[in-house]
């Protein structure tokens, strides 16, 4: 029985979530208010304000969770995604597991954010802090207004339902339940450097100032956007049964777009910090990186574009977000346009052949990648607008433009982290990657003469990883020699300390080392793999690319919330046994395919087992090579973020004089 | 840097876009099959008795697919059984019972009405692949010359149904005009 005490609670974050709103309209006006009554006290409110909002959310939140932990089916959105069958960790995770949930979410780390930001602010930028946090309030109330008058989670079903309607199944994964929050830290982050730029916009704080703060919450940003899109193709590839981890679904694009934005933001902060260049680009980058962040929470939130991931589709709610980004997109444009460009006394490019310049075309190009990302996933909806055709624009468009404008990337690579600021010698230049081009080369060449190259990707890829791949050994040898004869170490020790001390550019390295491992994953998986559709009884024994199966028979049985018809495959020449299974979920009427996946470093078997004819099984067989090499890549790419985040000296000494020019120039 | 002010036409034009998709239906996609004549299927019914789906020329048809573990196809039953009254006369209507376990499909025929001349069993699904089903319910509407007509996703209402059964009939009479 439902008693008092959990209604009393729904309702107590209820209300919570309502002082929040009212909390967070406060701290939208402290700064307007604070200026026109000429009290400074009420603009630095807005400190305690963020804790206050950090706290009420928090408490909504936490009622919304222990109404799924103990099933409370009278609030409406957990009779929608919960059941009292479905295992604890997914009651919890389900909590994000629909539209509303996950919008609270959403806003609970926005509020997070802020209170962080916040606590940072005090003393490092007291005097922008009000500006900044009402730039969060007015994103936040943008939220909580849509969460509280259109998206209710705390709402009633009264009286309550017996049982829940379940958890959709294929939400009902580790991989799933975590992918989510990691994308929307990751989205909800860049509003941080969206936050900058409008406050440096609003009070004319230049950016040199203020460029070095965004960085570290760039970075972060972009980290966890990066581990929530692959957790989400880790996710779509053991779990829908394709044997592909990446589909050009809109949804999916909607969460590279920013992340390429991000790349490109990421690497101009590094210019302007070491040149004092970019100045209007990297304001337009911060605003539109997070623009692009609001923009995927439309497209998957409204239910414009149609896609796999197929959401509540209210056009309330749709209009409401349109209209929010409207406003966003067009105030910060529109104080980007009005005010943006006074400050054009950045020094020019010296050279073509400098670092910034290669940095320059990395922005380029990213930026290119994005809008082709963006004309792809519009494309469909501008032609139906224009004559009604209903079209969708799969991986062949993609694969097309992308992986060449890639490719390009992966060369910028290798020669950018090699080549001076200012003005690069070009015959040192050349000297320097010869040997390194010869590597990759040679690579490629071997790669046409020992195997069957599908497409012709497939041996520049190679090629261009490995060139890449040497210019890193080279230059961390070259540094750690010279470092061990100037400090009179060993090589061993030399290492060490070098990758020690200079963590941003080794962080930066790592990173590139972790992206190089990604794209000789991609190439594997993307252009090597082997396929086969057979039906099988037991008994038989299929070979592919060189691994042979025994299929042994099935069985049924009954699990939480679920029946699963499970086969069993004998991986011969080894003692692996495969065991994809077939699960019908009862309550939400769902089948869905569990892959069964025996993995190595060099490839993955990944069996699904399909419909019954006669007691004989369709059966799906993919061979894919190097696909872990995505995930471990993954891996790679958050340590290096982590190692290069963890030097925060630099940082320290922008700030202080940060802190000392705005008090010489009072606001 | 006049480039700068690209933004505010680029804006513009992705506002109309996405105005404009709030307003269309993504979840609205025409059939392959609306103008093909019914595929036609090999099977059994729900009694196990030998029959053929789709070799309806000469009468217009309504083939409704329907399972007994799928919640709106209660509700769109009760449709069913009324328009089974009112239009029987005029159109046959036909089940394809789908994804289901026979015993339940019986029994849910037996506890609410069985509005269906005879329901197809498709236990596999492969007749819904054929079809290009992918939510229970769906129905189509078929002319008297086979033709599909019209198809619905969803549970219909008495009001669709009363609109499909017009839209049959109706061509089936232009057609014996010709």
Not at chain 1, 61 to 85: C, P, Q
Not at chain 2, 20 to 42: D, E, R
Request: glycine share 10%.
């Amino acid at each position: 029985m439902q008693g008092f005490s959990t209604t009393y609670l729904i309702e107590l974050g209820h209300l919570a979530a309502f002082a929040a709103l009212i909390v967070i309209a406060f701290m939208a006006v402290a700064p307007i208010l604070a200026a026109r009554l000429n009290a400074p006290a009420l603009a630095r409110s807005g400190v305690n304000a963020s804790f206050v909002v950090l706290f009420l959310m928090t408490i909504g939140g936490a009622t919304l969770m222990y109404a799924f932990i103990v099933s409370d089916f009278s609030v409406k959105y957990v009779a929608d995604h919960s059941n009292t069958l479905l295992p604890l960790l997914y009651k919890v995770t389900a909590l994000w597991g629909g539209h509303e949930g996950s919008l609270y979410l959403w806003a609970w780390v926005l509020a997070l954010f802020t209170a962080i930001l916040a606590i940072q602010g005090r003393h490092r930028f007291p005097l922008r802090l009000p500006v900044l946090l009402s730039v969060q309030a007015w994103l936040l109330l943008g939220f909580m207004g849509l969460i509280l008058f259109l998206s209710n989670p705390f709402e009633r079903l009264l009286p309550g339902v017996v049982e829940g309607r379940d958890l959709n199944p294929l939400l009902q994964d580790p991989g799933m339940a975590f992918h989510p929050p990691m994308l929307y830290l990751g989205y909800v982050g860049f509003s941080v450097p969206f936050a900058f730029a409008l406050t440096a916009l609003i009070t004319r704080w230049e950016t040199p100032l203020w460029i070095g703060l965004i960085r570290r919450w760039a970075l972060f940003a972009w980290t966890v956007l990066t581990i929530g899109i692959m957790l989400g193709g880790w996710w779509a590839y053991y779990e829908l049964g394709w044997g592909g981890y990446w589909a050009w679904d809109p949804v999916e694009n909607a969460s590279f777009m920013p992340w390429l934005l991000g790349t490109a933001l990421i690497h101009s902060i590094t210019v302007q910090e070491n040149r004092r260049m970019l100045q209007n680009w990297n304001l337009f980058l911060a605003i539109s990186t997070f623009a692009l962040s609001l923009l995927g929470t439309f497209l998957v939130r409204s239910g414009v574009l149609s896609s796999v991931h197929a959401f509540a589709v209210d056009p309330g709610r749709g209009l409401y977000i349109l209209l929010f980004l409207g406003a966003v997109l067009t105030i910060s444009f529109g104080l980007f346009l009005a005010r943006g460009r006074t400050d054009e006394n950045s020094e020019a490019i010296g050279s073509l052949m400098s670092r910034e310049m290669l940095f320059v075309l990395n922005n380029v190009l990213f930026t290119v990648l994005c809008l082709c990302v963006m004309l792809g996933t519009l494309y469909p909806l501008a032609l139906e607008a224009v004559n009604g055709a209903k079209i969708t624009i799969g991986a062949p468009y993609f694969n097309i433009v992308m992986v060449p404008l890639f490719l390009l990337v992966i060369l910028l690579m290798g020669i950018g982290p090699a080549t001076p600021w200012r003005k690069a010698d070009v015959n040192k230049l050349a000297k320097r990657l010869a040997p390194s081009l010869v590597i990759g080369v040679a690579s490629a060449i071997a790669l046409m003469v020992f195997s069957t190259a599908a497409h012709w990707t497939a041996p520049v890829a190679t090629g261009l990883v490995m060139f890449v791949l040497a210019t890193i050994v080279f230059d961390f040898s070259r540094n750690a020699a010279r470092r061990a004869r100037q400090a009179k170490e060993s090589i061993a020790k030399a290492c060490f300390s070098m990758v020690k001390r200079n963590r941003r550019y080794y962080g930066g390295m790592i990173v590139h080392f972790g992206i190089l491992v990604i794209a000789a994953g991609l190439t594997g998986s993307g252009l090597f793999r082997s396929e086969l559709v057979v039906v099988m009884a037991k008994g038989d024994v299929i070979e592919l690319a060189g691994e042979r199966l025994r299929f042994d028979g099935t069985r049924q049985f009954k699990k939480d919330n679920y029946f699963a018809l499970q086969g069993r495959f004998a991986l011969l020449g080894t003692d692996k046994v495969l065991t994809p299974e077939r699960r019908k979920y009862p309550v939400q009427e769902a089948p869905t395919t569990e892959s069964s996946i025996d993995g190595n470093l060099w490839r993955d078997v990944y069996v699904v087992i399909g419909e019954a004819i006669d007691n004989r099984f369709s059966v799906h067989i993919y061979v894919n090579p190097l696909v872990e090499w995505i995930w471990y890549g993954g891996g790679i790419i958050t340590f290096g973020i982590g190692w290069s985040l963890s030097q925060r000296l630099r940082e320290k000494r922008v700030a202080v004089t940060s802190n000392k020019s705005m008090a010489g120039s009072q606001v | 840097m006049k480039l700068w002010w690209g933004i505010i036409p680029a804006m513009i034009v992705l506002f109309g876009l996405l105005g404009y998709g709030l307003t269309s239906n993504p979840k609205h996609i025409p059939s392959p099959l609306i103008g093909k004549t019914f595929p036609q299927l090999v099977g059994k019914d729900l009694t196990g008795k030998d029959i053929t789906l789709g070799n309806t020329k000469g009468r217009p048809t309504i083939v409704n697919v329907w399972a007994s573990w799928c919640v709106s196809c209660r509700a769109e039953h009760r449709v069913l059984v009324r328009g089974a009254k009112a239009y029987g006369s005029k159109v046959d209507l036909i089940g394809i019972n789908y994804k289901d376990e026979l015993p339940d499909a019986q029994r849910w025929l037996s506890n609410f009405g069985d509005p269906y001349l005879w329901s197809y069993q498709d236990l596999s699904g492969r007749a819904g692949i054929e079809l290009g089903v992918y939510g229970v319910p769906e129905t189509f509407f078929i002319d008297a010359q086979g033709m599909i007509v019209k198809k619905i996703a969803g549970p219909l209402t008495d009001e669709t149904l009363r609109e499909g059964v017009e839209l049959i009939t109706r061509s089936d009479v232009a057609a014996a005009k010709e």
